[in-house]
């Protein structure tokens, strides 16, 4: 695809809410992963970002979420921003109750009883990650992405590694909160279905010419 900013999504970005990305240019060594890549979303817009393994769009998403500053262009939009990852990162020897108020100080311990039972996992608090099934550990790290309220939601394969139950029980609730919280959403997955079943629009990262991949380009 390759939708350009206009001038007047950029008016909108800087009005707030919306994410603008403009790479021009992302190098490992002399290998460069990213070349032109421009895009916008909305809030309450899902961008599903489709493209083969190593092409780079875990690279993509970490620089989006500002965990990797090194690159050429820009990123401008929200600040409250959340990162889901395939591996749900949780804190082993927390409950799954401060596995939330951790990352969410403010967070009440009703408010965030509150967010487990949203997700299902109301009588699970007190429980440890490692005591959790896959499944109940990937809803409690959305449970703990969408506790911050997030502008910017980011996730990277959400869903794989799961069965067909659980992954359409994911797919249902990462919809619901999305559509709860309308924040802008980048969505990486390898899986089409679930870039129709989530997105407002689908980008495919075609990956960089084999000239510039072995480093001889500009
Ligand atoms: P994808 O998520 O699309 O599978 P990645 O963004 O993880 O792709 O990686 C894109 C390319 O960049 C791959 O060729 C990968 O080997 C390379 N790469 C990723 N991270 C690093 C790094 N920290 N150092 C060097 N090369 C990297
Ligand atoms: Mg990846």
Redesign the pocket.
Known sequence: MGPVATLGAARAALAGGMIEVGITDKR??A?Q?LGQVTFTVAPGEVLAIL??????????L?IVAGVDEDFTGHVSGPARRAMVFQDPTLLPWRSALDNLRIVHPGLGADEARAILDKVGLGDRGAAFPGQLSLGQQRRLSLARAFAGRPELLIM?EPFVSLDAATGEEMLALTERLIAETRPATLL?THARAEAERLASRIMH?AGQPAALRDGAGP
């Not at 083969?52 to 875990?58: I, L, R, T």
């Open positions: 490992f060594g290998v992963v493209g083969p393994s190593g092409v780079g769009k875990s690279t993509l970490r990277d990486v990262l």
